[in-house]
């Protein structure tokens, strides 16, 4: 079964800076999930990735098959960018259900 | 708009007791799911369901029961058998059969009295 791994586990940055979230994999995929958990719990999908890099508003997400390791980066942080990130990926046992990291808290503030 | 709804939003449990957790979905999508999360954790796999009248257990089913009568709705029993159900229980649903984005719903905190 896939494992996960994310780093850092927790986050701080002023507003403004550039944020770094790691993934790490252990069994080759054909897509990640990146997500963000907001204080009350919901759950957004962010990206969903099989190659390369995706692109939306101040986010990145870039994933490198061969070496299993994707990052998900915020340019110029906002404290409204304060959140949970959590990285998926396929639990190919399971059908179409997600393997999830633990999730890295970020915390911007002003 | 279209989206999955949970509730209720907060449920206390009675030991003994079962409770029910409602996941409804107007998405269309063939698969849902349920998870639960844990401070500290990744979220789980309790059950899955590919398709109506089919569901599958996923990695911590234990003390759970599902049923798939509706496309749109997979309502979680939390079980008495269940002897540690306090947690945050997320649904989602996704198009299936291949990787697609989840959606999510906003999740039921389920505690104990």
């Known amino acids: 079964k896939n494992e996960v791994e994310q780093s850092p586990q927790n986050l701080t940055a002023q507003e403004g800076e550039f944020i770094t979230i790691n993934c790490s994999y252990s069994?080759?995929?054909?897509?990640l999930h990146w997500l963000q958990q907001h204080p009350g719990g919901g759950i957004v999908s962010l990206f969903m990735?099989?190659?390369g890099k995706k692109k939306h508003g101040r986010l990145i997400a870039t994933i490198n098959i061969q070496e299993k390791h994707s990052s998900l980066h915020i340019t110029a942080s906002h404290p409204r960018d304060s959140a949970v990130y959590i990285c998926?990926?396929?639990?190919?046992?399971?059908?179409?259900?997600?393997?999830f990291g633990k999730g890295t808290t970020l915390s911007v503030s002003s | 708009d279209g989206g999955i709804t949970q509730s209720p939003k907060y449920l206390f449990r009675k030991e003994g007791q079962n409770v029910t957790l409602s996941c409804e979905q107007n998405?269309?999508?063939?698969?849902m799911y349920w998870y639960r999360q844990d401070p500290g954790q990744g979220l789980r796999l309790i059950y899955y369901?590919?398709?109506?009248?089919?569901?599958q257990k996923g990695d911590i089913a234990e003390g759970y029961s599902v049923s798939r009568e509706k496309k749109e709705s997979f309502p979680l029993t939390v079980t008495s058998a269940q002897k540690n159900p306090t947690a945050f229980y997320l649904c989602?649903?996704?198009?299936?059969?291949?990787?697609?984005?989840?959606?999510f719903g906003d999740g039921t905190r389920l505690s104990i009295l």
């Open positions: 998405l269309n999508h063939d698969a």
């Open positions: 998926a990926v396929p639990d190919n046992q399971a059908g179409t259900a997600l393997i």
């Open positions: 990735l099989s190659s």
């Open positions: 069994v080759g995929i054909s897509a």
């Open positions: 369901s590919q398709i109506v009248n089919d569901f």
């Open positions: 989602a649903s996704s198009i299936g059969p291949s990787n697609q984005p989840q959606h």
